[in-house]
Structures are given as structure tokens and as C-alpha cells.
């Protein structure tokens, strides 16, 4: 069975008050980031987790700098201190399923524009799309531009994701 | 190595730590009222002094919002996204943030969504989180079923009609496969009152019928109360009519069955 190695929840509160006015789901994905990283170290019996690698989804729109700051903050103690991190955006493509059309970020985010302003979640500095929280949401607002399907594909680009990790003293 | 999703999984297994019993409402057929029953068992288990949650599944025809008059937006702060609240109780689903827009998704998109809508909400504690789960028995449950675990238990719902009993009876024998405890069967839509008479719009039949079809024992008889169009579901669960009556009861029972859940959860794991 994974061992579960729990981040300490006084650390992350501590973090969102030095930093009031990040946007805030990016330290939430940042938190996770470290949860998943911890788990998987802990199943493999690792000692020290040496390099992290996160591809980042364009059609999120998250704040590279904001979640960059939140790993590292949390990115310390024995197992996870001093671990390289690298971010790599992945461009957000999309295709549709009906007429074979593709198309890409720069689109979508001109039919983003008309996400009403109610959808919008409000978070305490800024107003976000529904879609940086749920990319998988995407054919709710985001169409074929050629023929008008929704039934569309993100083929890349959509979620963040842990590409690799490099860990020392792993099974 | 595999490529572990950080956004789902990880917060939701957090969440679920803050999380009493889990209760799930399905019937595998559509249109025997899970929503309304799901949407009236958390309004009175909230009624009864228990901190309660209502998390909507049902991404392509999301109702509970029209049912508890809820809108977006949603807002979010340090902690994640703020449910709504309608009479103390907790409110999540993809309606408060696609709106009327439809909502077209394919399978694995559904899978990774259920774990990032309860796990991205900040539930805080919880006595009880009550699920509207779709019709079928496809991603949604089944993700469902991974993401709560041993938390889970599950609400029939169905229709006297042997059209939603054969499918009701279909989802029951997957819940006993995969070691879900079942709490019981509401029998739904069972009458209407005319005066001082009773109309049976789907068929009057035994509860000891029903029960065997099924496989479960009925723990609620729900009559149809045509008053839901014109009231607030809070409203019509402080009247004191039937309907209201047969949903406090149906509260106790979910209760009552899950005091009881150890030894059926046990008893669930036993070889198949």
C-alpha cells in the first residue's frame, strides 16, 4: 500500500498570507502538486525527490509565477527540499470531431471573451473563467469556429500534469 | 513512470477526511426524481442539525441549482470554491458555473471532473455529503465509487413502474459487486392525493413486489406533490403534509441504516 506523507496544514495558510493578493487557485494547484509528488515518492520508498517536471496547460490560464512561488515555498523539508522544478506551458490545440478542424488557443480565447460575466468566479482580486478551475468544461463555452459542433477535443495543452520526477532511492 | 494528475485525486482525497458518511442517490433510470429526492434528504438531514452537503453529478442535466434556487456565481477564496448555501446546507455542481450553456463531455473528461468538483470545493466538515448521481451506471458513478471509498453508501430510488424497478435492480447487484452498502429503496412518485383518495399514476403494487424486484428493502414512500412546481423545496418540507412527512421519514431510516453500516460493510467485503 502508498505510504501517505501529509504536508503540514499550517504551512500553506501561512503562505496565502504572505502573498494576499496571488490568485489563489494557483496555490491550491501548487498544494496538490506537492500532495501528489509526496504520494508517489512515499509508494516508491524514495528518500529524496531530485528534479520535478509539470507541464501546465494553456487552455488553464494559470499564473506560471504564482504557482512557481507557491512550490516553492513548499517544496522544503527532507524529502522535497532542494528538488529542481521545471514548468513547461503546453500550448492548448483543438480539433473537431465532426469536420477534422483544428485551431488553437488564440480562438478560443476570442469565444472565451463571451463567457458571460456571471459565470465568472469571483475570487478576492480577480474574476476567472469557469475553465481555470474546471478545464474539462471546455465544450461548454468553446465550439468548432467552422462548423459550430461542440463536440470538440483538446488534443493538448488542457490540465497540469506531472511529467516526470527524478527520485533518489526509489524502488 | 505514470504521470499521477495532481488536481483531482490529491484534493479530493484531502477533502474526504472532513467527510462523515457519504450517501449517494441512484437509480441507474431517469426520471424518478433522484434530484428532488437527493435535494429533499439533504434539506432535512440540514433540518435536523447535521452539517450536509449536496454535490450535484449530473453535468449534462444539472438541476439541483433550479431546484434550490441557486445561481452562480460561485466565488472562491484561500481554501478553494465556496458552496452555496440554501437553508445551512452546502451546494456544489456544474450548473453554478456553465449556467444554460450545454454541457457535451465525453468519459474520461467526466472521470477527471467528479474527483475536481468535490475536491476543489471547500466543504469544511461534513456529517453527511448527499450525491445526486446521474442516470446510468457510467463514469460518473464509477468514479464516484473510487473517489469515496469506504465512505460510500448508496440510496435506491424508483418509480412503482417495472420499467425503473428492472434497472433500479441492475444498479443494486453493482453496488453488491463492488461492495457498496445499500441503505435501502425509496419508492417515488408512489401516489397522489386527490382530496381524501389516492391516485396511483404509475401502477399500485405491493411493497413486498417492489422489495423482491428490487432486492432491497423500501426504507420511503414518497407520494408526487404537485405544490413543488409553486413552493421553494424548503417551504414545502416545513408544510405538513405527506410529502414532507414521508421525506423526515426517509431521513431517519438513511440514518438509522447507517449506524448500522460497520457490520454491513464488513459483511459487503465478504468473498463474491
Not at chain 2, 471532473?113 to 453527511?128: E, K, S, V, Y
Request: positive net charge; hydrophobic residues 40%; aromatic residues 4%.
Amino acid at each position: 500500500m502508498a505510504r501517505m506523507v501529509q504536508v503540514p496544514g499550517p504551512r500553506h495558510i501561512e503562505i496565502r498570507r504572505m502573498i494576499p493578493k496571488a490568485r489563489l487557485h494557483e496555490l491550491s494547484i501548487a498544494q496538490n502538486i506537492v500532495d501528489s509528488v509526496l504520494a508517489e515518492a512515499g509508494s516508491r520508498g524514495a528518500k529524496r525527490v531530485l528534479e520535478l517536471r509539470i507541464n501546465v496547460g494553456e487552455l488553464m490560464q494559470i499564473d506560471r509565477k504564482a504557482l512557481r512561488f507557491g512550490l516553492k515555498l513548499l517544496l522544503t523539508g527532507p524529502v522535497l527540499g532542494g528538488a529542481q522544478v521545471s514548468l513547461r506551458v503546453r500550448r492548448a490545440s483543438f480539433s473537431c470531431r465532426r469536420c477534422n478542424s483544428e485551431w488553437d488557443m488564440s480562438e478560443a480565447k476570442r469565444q472565451l471573451q463571451k463567457v458571460r460575466p456571471e459565470l465568472l468566479v469571483r475570487e478576492p482580486e480577480s474574476r476567472e473563467l469557469p475553465l481555470h478551475f474546471f478545464p474539462y468544461l471546455y465544450a461548454a463555452f468553446i465550439r468548432c469556429p467552422w462548423c459550430g459542433s461542440s463536440d470538440a477535443e483538446v488534443k493538448d495543452g488542457k490540465d497540469v500534469e506531472i511529467a516526470s520526477l527524478v527520485l533518489e532511492g526509489a524502488a | 513512470m505514470s504521470r499521477p494528475n495532481p488536481l483531482g485525486p490529491a484534493a479530493a482525497a484531502r477533502r474526504l477526511q472532513g467527510v462523515g458518511e457519504v450517501i449517494l442517490v441512484g437509480s441507474g433510470k431517469g426520471g424518478v426524481g433522484k434530484s428532488t429526492v437527493a435535494c429533499c434528504l439533504s434539506l432535512e438531514l440540514r433540518r435536523n442539525g447535521f452539517s450536509t452537503g449536496l454535490l450535484d453529478l449530473d453535468f449534462h442535466g444539472a438541476s439541483v441549482p433550479e431546484y434550490l434556487s441557486l445561481r452562480p456565481p460561485v466565488s472562491s477564496d484561500k481554501d478553494g470554491l465556496r458552496p452555496k448555501t440554501r437553508g445551512g446546507l452546502k451546494v456544489m455542481s456544474v450548473g453554478l458555473f456553465t449556467g444554460d450553456n450545454p454541457v457535451p463531455m465525453r468519459g474520461p473528461d467526466k472521470q477527471e471532473l467528479t474527483a475536481q468538483i468535490f475536491g476543489l470545493t471547500n466543504w469544511g466538515h461534513l456529517d453527511f455529503l448527499v450525491v445526486d448521481l446521474p442516470p446510468s451506471m457510467g463514469d460518473e458513478l464509477l468514479t464516484a465509487l473510487n473517489v469515496f471509498g469506504e465512505k460510500a453508501s448508496l440510496l435506491l430510488v424508483t418509480t412503482p413502474s417495472p420499467a425503473s424497478t428492472e434497472v433500479v435492480s441492475r444498479l443494486r447487484r453493482l453496488a453488491d459487486r463492488e461492495g457498496v452498502p445499500i441503505l435501502g429503496a425509496v419508492l417515488n412518485m408512489a401516489y397522489v392525493g386527490v382530496g381524501r383518495k389516492k391516485v396511483f399514476p404509475f401502477g399500485r403494487r405491493s411493497a413486498k413486489t417492489l422489495e423482491s424486484e428490487i432486492g432491497s428493502r423500501l426504507c420511503a414512500v414518497v407520494p408526487l406533490e404537485p405544490t413543488v412546481a409553486d413552493r421553494s423545496l424548503v417551504e414545502v418540507l416545513e408544510s405538513r403534509g405527506e410529502f414532507a412527512a414521508s421525506i423526515a421519514g426517509l431521513a431517519k431510516q438513511v440514518r438509522s441504516a447507517l449506524r448500522l453500516l460497520p457490520a454491513t460493510r464488513a459483511g459487503a467485503k465478504a468473498p463474491r
